[in-house]
């Protein structure tokens, strides 16, 4: 079985940090792509950040980059995606998906608010 467990997130401040952890399980993490996506009311999903199985490929959205950061230890199956300078317009609801199908985490919000 599949699952996708994220933790971290929470309430910021503007330009305050947060990190966020998805471990993984039921599958072979270490050969799979693995995504950061977020999602506001009212809008589509949308992919943040994503990154290769060896962590040789990564990219970001234009809206992210140089602020947020994916990373992932294949020995824990686990991935992060740090985010540094957080911006109000960053909150939304984060979840991690894998490539090996339509799993996802459970979702964990981040809101950016003074």
């Known amino acids: 079985q599949v699952r996708l467990v994220q933790s971290g997130g929470g309430l910021v401040q503007p330009g305050g940090s947060l990190r966020l952890s998805c471990a993984a399980s039921g599958f072979t993490f270490r050969v799979y792509t693995m995504y950061w996506y977020r999602q506001t009311p009212g809008k589509e999903r949308e992919v943040v950040a994503s990154?290769?199985?060896?962590?040789?490929?990564?990219n970001y959205a234009d809206s992210v980059k140089g602020r947020f950061t994916i990373s992932r230890d294949n020995g824990r199956n686990t991935v992060y995606l740090q985010m540094d300078r957080l911006k109000p317009e960053d909150t939304a609801v984060y979840y991690c998906?894998?490539?090996?199908?339509?799993?996802w985490g459970q979702g964990t919000q981040v809101t950016v608010s003074s």
């Open positions: 990154i290769s199985s060896t962590g040789s490929i990564i």
């Open positions: 998906k894998s490539a090996n199908g339509p799993y």
